[in-house]
């Protein structure tokens, strides 16, 4: 434990320092409500990370603290959240999951061959577009083969995307009428990391006064997408097999831990509990229990804040800008597609 703090403490405190006041500054500040915590605490994040001249003594608890404390943010939705309501938004999002996948790789086959971009930045822009962020590029990057600089570059271009998402999609779903099932969907689809979805969708809660329901269906939303890694990572493990035989990949092969984030697990397991709990429990105890489902759901959005603040401070837009090139390109290529397709097909299905 002591060994933990003494890495991790002063990053996790910075981090902290930034989302207090973003967190109460919306609740005290009517206007800002139109912003949101999540958005202001990134944008803090990314003032404050030029004045750090020395990042080393934070770097290992802000990491910690836009994974980790991210994920248990994410696990915490689950509590208050009934499983046949979990099932019921996954089901009705897997069309438009389908199409923003598929999307996002054809894009990525075609913009490949016209710009010439190197194959393996190409596929982690891609399965980091089209799924989850760097947890896709993670999980990816071993089965291909790709190296540090390669997955450095690959999470910094669809990790830039991100943060404009979660800056813009609040205002763009409003300026297309969206309903909040429609942004729902809309931010849990077409933004790449559960960090920025969450940010963009706890935004149009308070823009819009929805009690947090958005922020949890484009949760499971996104939660749904997330576990299109292991058949990708699978595809491209069965691929790349078939490629090594003749010497031309160093890829390690498919493993399913790698693949798979323990966290939504967690999530179904807190939904679980809620099913069962609320499903027992009736009169003054189920008033107490959703009392205490609320507290846990009010702890995860400062949490949510907490990690955007890291966020930030990972934040270095200039120098992507001034190395991305085609890679920026291509991400934005997928990111554009990706949020068209999403509206496309919520459109025919009548969620819009």
Not at 126 to 136: N, P, T
Not at 207 to 231: C, D, Q, W
Not at 323 to 347: D, E, F, H, R, Y
Request: aromatic share 8%.
């Amino acid at each position: 434990m002591s060994e933990f703090l003494s890495k991790n403490i002063k990053g996790i405190l910075l981090c902290l320092a930034i989302a207090i006041p973003a967190y109460l500054l919306v609740k005290i500040v009517p206007g800002l409500a139109l912003v949101g915590a999540p958005v202001l605490a990134i944008v803090f994040g990314m003032i404050v990370t030029r004045f750090i001249k020395d990042k080393a003594p934070f770097s290992k608890g802000i990491g910690f603290t836009s994974k980790k404390i991210l994920q248990t943010a994410v696990v915490l939705l689950g509590f208050g959240l009934n499983l046949a309501t979990v099932a019921k938004v996954g089901a009705e999002s897997i069309p438009v999951i389908i199409s923003t996948i598929a999307t996002s790789l054809i894009v990525v086959f075609l913009v490949c061959k016209i710009s010439k971009l190197e194959r393996n930045s190409a596929v982690l822009i891609g399965v980091g577009s089209s799924i989850c962020g760097g947890s896709a590029i993670a999980a990816t990057a071993p089965v291909i083969g790709a190296d540090d600089e390669e997955i450095a570059q690959s999470i910094s271009v669809v990790f830039l995307f991100n943060v404009i998402a979660a800056l813009i999609f609040p205002s763009i779903g409003g300026m297309l009428g969206l309903s909040d099932a429609g942004f729902g969907l809309f931010a849990g689809t077409a933004i790449n990391d559960t960090s920025s979805v969450t940010a963009a969708a706890a935004t149009w809660d308070v823009m819009h006064s929805t009690g947090g329901a958005v922020l949890e269906y484009a949760t499971i939303v996104k939660l749904t997408r997330t576990l299109a890694i292991i058949p990708i990572t699978l595809a491209l493990a069965v691929y790349e097999a078939s490629r090594k035989k003749d010497g031309e990949s160093e890829g390690s092969g498919f493993s399913f831990k790698r693949a798979f984030p323990m966290f939504i697990l967690y999530f179904m397991l807190a939904s679980v509990v809620t099913t069962v709990v609320t499903g027992m429990l009736s009169g003054g105890a189920l008033a107490t229990a959703e009392t205490a489902f609320d507290a846990l759901k009010e702890l995860s959005r400062f949490l949510i804040v907490m990690a955007m603040s890291a966020i930030g401070l990972n934040t270095d837009v200039v120098k992507l800008v001034r190395t991305g090139g085609k890679p920026i390109m291509l991400g934005l290529c997928c990111w554009v597609m990706i949020a068209v397709v999403s509206l496309i097909v919520q459109n025919m299905i009548g969620i819009v």
